[in-house]
């Protein structure tokens, strides 16, 4: 079996168990497949790949290109490729963090529409921060809500004004 951490990539030979209280969960492995499981990703992994990816804007394969460096310095391109499976495990990983911190998933209740969204003290919410008063015209422009890439309200150094003008300082 195939078993990705921070410390690199790692094929392993594993003996399941039939223990009641064994299991992936038991070891802290998030296993890519449900039906024939061939590859398992650490919890720590996909942590450190979820801080990466929020805080520093790490893309998976950039990630994942780390992952090879770790495990083979000298000959990364001689490391198993599961960079699709780290990619699949990821949104899942993603979407069981954002259940847990929300408080889905000890239940049988699952969320409703909107009830994964954080609340914004910014954004005008009539009755909240905004005075519901006979005259208070909510479709005027001040009271749009806007859905922004970063938080300086902008994304202009996002999108190139002339892509064909664009040097790079270096192929990759």
Known sequence: ITVVDTTGIHIWNITYCNCPDAGA????????????????FTFRVLDDFLRDNVECGTSTMNYFSKLHHITSSAFPHLVVDRYRELM?????????????????GIGDDSPGQGELALFCPA???????????????FTHWKYTR????????????????SPEDDVYLMDG
Request: glycine share 6%; charged share 15%; net charge positive.
């Open 146 to 161: 806007t859905i922004i890439m970063d938080g300086n309200f902008k994304a202009e150094h996002m999108h190139c004004s």
């Open 25 to 40: 969960i038991h070891f802290q492995l998030f296993s890519a497949s449900i039906t024939n499981p061939r590859t398992v």
């Open 123 to 137: 954004c005008p919410q009539p009755g909240i921060n905004v005075p519901v008063e006979p005259g208070n015209d």
């Open 88 to 104: 699949r495990v990821a949104r899942q990983w993603r979407l069981l963090k954002t259940l847990k911190w929300n408080g889905y």
